[in-house]
């Protein structure tokens, strides 16, 4: 019998916020967002950000981008499988729930979806309730949120929309459509996504057209350091499958992939980001002298590595005087203090006194400063949310179309709603925000609108919603408010239609199949 020996390798670089054992998954996950950012709608980040907010206990603007984009793709991929969450006379109740989904309301989407299949999501119950009821989702471990974007970007790879980008082979059709006044007529094509422009429609407006590649404004918010101008040769051809660019003999693969190279293990993963780390592992491949074809094929890749290497150097260098090294607290060791500094005293003694009193300080040996401490995900704006260019004519006539239908039964133009404070952060911003939104409501209602008790209920009422901590008690606050609401106020479809209580995942059977069974 042969025996194998162990394949000894350098220790991981250590400058992302995740542990080394969520590195992978979380790798995943953020391969799918990059790839098929365009079909998700979803402007470009760095894989450092995305660690970032998945590490943070904050409800941050990328994380509920990221939830929004998916829950979003997911639910047009049911509706065009012919498969519903409500009863016919529910719809009405579902299609203002949907409506109103935004980077607040997200979490309580999120969790209806996974309770409407019992069998589908049966592992995923627990983690959107929440492992406790003082930190439901999305304050939640990285474990369970990296767990809950797993599937659900899984469920998004089997879509019909990725199976037509698949099938298109990244090949781009320009639309016909101007972006921004939509009328047709003699377009500027974009060289990175179908969008097309008069030239009198852009800021500043051109005269002629461009020489070279031009790309759109969409596309130019969308250049990131470290993403955008980071794309392998290979993947501008319209390959999306990545490829390994290795195995050694105890099965670990070594992939190329975010100015990263990792290596993937069954039990543990590593990863290496700077030149000087990748040139250690290149020295423990020579020195084992086993792994050829695995060193052959990292040095094919050689200087494309290091080139984007150089990259995230550049990057934590232009963030790196935000992490002096001075700025940490002694350990170990106080500064000497004497009774009166401004007494004359003879130098040698001092001197003497010193040496004996000061201790060595511990000075840290990690990394100073990691790329995603900065905290840019708190400040992530996505593009196709704020930016009516970012979507084409037809994708605008969908979304009337849905805002008409809701229009047509519930008051959602008159006035718009907001939230009063901050919609990301910690859970308790969370609640302060909607307790302070709550009451704002009550106070947007006149008072001739209000039961005559009101006026004595009142104070007892916002007593109770600034300790509400709750659903339940929001929701006993909410009910409470509403009856005494004067009925004028109310829109027929509040006591005409039916509302729902959960989502329910189902199929919808055509007359035909109904037929069909009765025979």
């Not at 309730?129 to 469920?155: V, W």
């Not at 600034?466 to 909410?478: G, R, V």
Request: net charge negative; with cysteine; proline share 5%.
């Amino acid at each position: 019998m042969r025996t194998v020996t162990p394949l000894r390798l350098p220790p991981s670089s250590d400058d992302l916020l995740l542990p080394d054992n969520e590195v992978i998954k979380a790798l995943g996950i953020y391969e799918v967002l990059r790839q098929f950012g365009r079909v998700l709608r979803l402007s470009p980040f760095r894989f450092e950000d995305f660690c970032a907010a998945i590490a943070s206990e904050e409800q941050s603007s990328l994380l509920s981008e990221v939830h929004l984009s998916l829950f979003k793709a997911l639910l047009l991929e049911d509706e065009t499988n012919g498969l519903t969450f409500t009863a016919s006379d529910e719809k009405d109740s579902f299609n203002i729930f949907v409506h109103e989904l935004d980077g607040f309301t997200w979490p309580e989407h999120i969790r209806s979806y996974i309770n409407s299949d019992k069998l589908e999501f049966a592992d995923l119950e627990s983690i959107v309730r929440g492992r406790s009821e003082d930190n439901p989702y999305p304050f939640a471990s990285i474990e369970d949120r990296l767990t809950l974007l797993q599937r659900l970007s899984d469920l998004f790879l089997s879509s019909n929309s990725i199976r037509e980008e698949i099938i298109n082979e990244g090949m781009l059709e320009s639309e016909d459509h101007c972006r921004s006044c939509g009328k047709m007529g003699d377009l500027l094509c974009c060289e990175i996504c179908p969008g097309v422009y008069h030239l009198q429609c852009l800021k500043p407006p051109l005269e002629q057209v461009p020489t070279g590649d031009w790309l759109c404004p969409v596309c130019e918010a969308h250049q990131v350091k470290g993403v955008t101008d980071c794309h392998l040769e290979w993947t501008k051809d319209g390959w999306l499958r990545n490829a390994p660019l290795g195995m050694d003999r105890e099965g670990r693969k070594y992939w190329f992939l975010s100015r990263r190279l990792f290596v993937e293990g069954e039990q543990d993963s590593l990863y290496f980001s700077s030149k000087a780390h990748l040139d250690d592992l290149i020295r423990y491949l020579v020195a084992d002298g086993q792994e050829r074809k695995l060193l052959a094929g990292i040095r094919s890749k050689y200087n494309e590595i290091t080139k984007q290497m150089a990259i995230t150097e550049a990057l934590s260098s232009s963030h790196a005087t935000r992490a002096c090294c001075l700025n940490f607290e002694p350990q170990g060791g106080e500064t000497p203090k004497t009774s009166d500094p401004k007494q004359d005293v003879d130098a040698t003694s001092v001197f003497k006194k010193t040496k004996e009193e000061l201790v060595p300080m511990e000075i840290p040996t990690g990394p100073f400063f990691r790329l995603g401490e900065e905290r840019n995900f708190t400040l992530y704006v996505n593009q196709f949310s704020i930016n009516p260019q970012a979507l084409n004519k037809h994708q605008h006539g969908e979304y009337r179309e849905r805002k008409r239908a809701v229009n047509n039964k519930f008051c959602t133009t008159s006035m718009e709603f907001k939230w009063t404070h901050e919609i990301f952060g910690s859970k308790e911003v969370i609640l302060n925000t909607l307790r302070s939104t709550i009451v704002s409501l009550e106070n947007n209602i006149p008072t001739a609108f209000m039961h005559p008790v009101w006026p004595l209920q009142r104070s007892t009422w916002v007593r109770a919603v600034h300790i509400s901590e709750k659903p339940l008690e929001f929701a006993a606050a909410l009910s409470f408010l509403e009856t005494l609401i004067k009925p004028v106020c109310f829109i027929p479809a509040w006591t005409e239609a039916h509302g729902h209580t959960g989502m329910h995942r189902a199929l919808v059977e055509t007359k035909a199949e109904k037929a069909q069974k009765k025979r």
